[in-house]
């Protein structure tokens, strides 16, 4: 059974930084694509940040791109994403999600596997 696991979500004042991780239970996730999700109170769930597993190609929405950085550790099958310069309107339940490598990388259709979530709060 395939789970992913995120931590490091929490409190933080504006221009504060966060990272999150998401471990993986399988080795076979490795061949994804895994990306990030967020939805705030009384928001759909919106796409954040993706990583292609082979290769390391990203991608981002653009109201994070040059605040946020995702990456990978292949040998803890782990993916972050590194937040910085945060702002209010980044306050969401983030979710990692492991998804087919081909893309469409920014629709929620295209992962298979979700974590549970994990609050991250910005204070102004």
């Known amino acids: 059974q395939v789970q992913l696991v995120e931590s490091g979500g929490g409190l933080v004042q504006a221009g504060g930084s966060l990272r999150l991780s998401c471990a993986a239970s399988?080795?076979?996730?490795?061949?994804?694509?895994r990306g990030w999700f967020r939805q705030a109170p009384g928001k759909e769930r919106e796409f954040v940040a993706a990583?292609?597993?082979?290769?390391?190609?990203?991608y981002y929405t653009d109201s994070v791109k040059g605040r946020f950085t995702i990456s990978r550790d292949n040998a803890k099958n782990t993916v972050y994403l590194q937040m910085n310069s945060l702002e209010p309107e980044d306050t969401a339940v983030y979710y990692c999600?492991?998804?087919?490598?081909?893309?469409?990388?920014?629709?929620?259709?295209?992962?298979?596997?979700w974590g549970q979530g994990t609050q991250v709060t910005v204070a102004s």
């Open positions: 999600a492991a998804g087919r490598p081909g893309g469409p990388y920014h629709s929620y259709s295209n992962y298979d596997y």
């Open positions: 399988v080795r076979t996730l490795s061949t994804y694509a």
């Open positions: 990583i292609i597993w082979s290769g390391g190609m990203t």
